[in-house]
């Protein structure tokens, strides 16, 4: 079974930046696929960014903002975000695809305010 553990949030300015940092542990030789997502206050789960074999895809709202990458060798995906906006603030959440399995963190509090 795979172990996710999110990092990296925090109270930032807009216009500034974060990295999120996602450390898998378990099995992680069974991951496909690495994403990120985030909820807001009031608001559902959405889609930030995912990552396979290489691939990236953003949702619209974060496109020329925001980098996914992943090392697997050191087990870790990251969320490199740039021209952060107050609309941004949310709980970020890591996933990864083991197997079935969809796999989540508990999530990291990101908050854009001056």
């Known amino acids: 079974q795979v172990q996710l553990v999110e990092s990296g949030g925090g109270l930032v300015q807009p216009g500034g930046s974060l990295r999120l940092s996602c450390a898998a542990s378990?099995?992680?030789?069974?991951?496909?696929?690495m994403g990120w997502y985030r909820q807001a206050p009031g608001k559902g789960r959405e889609l930030v960014a995912t990552i396979t074999d290489g691939f990236r895809n953003y949702a619209e709202s974060v496109k020329g903002r925001f980098l996914v990458s992943r090392n697997s060798a050191k087990n870790m995906a990251y969320l490199q975000m740039n021209s952060l906006k107050p609309e941004d603030t949310a709980v970020y959440y890591c996933?990864?695809?083991?197997?079935?399995?969809?796999?989540w963190g508990q999530g990291t509090q990101v908050t854009v305010s001056s």
């Open positions: 996933n990864a695809m083991s197997g079935s399995l969809l796999v």
């Open positions: 378990g099995s992680i030789f069974s991951i496909t696929a």
